[in-house]
Nanobody
Framework: QVQLVESGGGLVQPGGSLRLSCAAS????????MGWYRQAPGKERELVAT???????NYADSVKGRFTISRDNARNTLYLQMNSLKPEDTAVYYC?????????WGQGTQVTVSS
């Protein structure tokens, strides 16, 4: 099993930045794909970004050029650097990890972009 704990969410003004972290309970050298989803009120959960064990990345078109996903396998932590934030980025952000044949989720962290 893998437990995931997100942190770093909060309230930020449009144009601002936040960095989300996701701490894993086991060594990430053994975890394959990881990533971030988000869910806004009244909307379906959508993929934000993914990263493979070897560092290959993929982004939703809506965040390309603004968000950067990274992972530090030695620290067992996944990151999402979010710049140039917009009100439409407001959502609960969830990290996930694909370990063996199962997908594990964190509890989510709220990001609110508002003036």
């Amino acid at each position: 099993q893998v437990q995931l704990v997100e942190s770093g969410g909060g309230l930020v003004q449009p144009g601002g930045s936040l960095r989300l972290s996701c701490a894993a309970s086991r060594t990430m050298f053994s975890i394959n794909d990881m990533g971030w989803y988000r869910q806004a009120p009244g909307k379906e959960r959508e993929l934000v970004a993914t990263i493979t064990r070897n560092g290959g990345t993929n982004y939703a078109d809506s965040v390309k050029g603004r968000f950067t996903i990274s992972r530090d396998n030695a620290r067992n932590t996944l990151y999402l650097q979010m710049n140039s934030l917009k009100p439409e980025d407001t959502a609960v952000y969830y990290c996930y990890a694909l370990y063996r044949t199962a997908t594990y989720w964190g509890q989510g962290t709220q990001v609110t972009v508002s003036s």
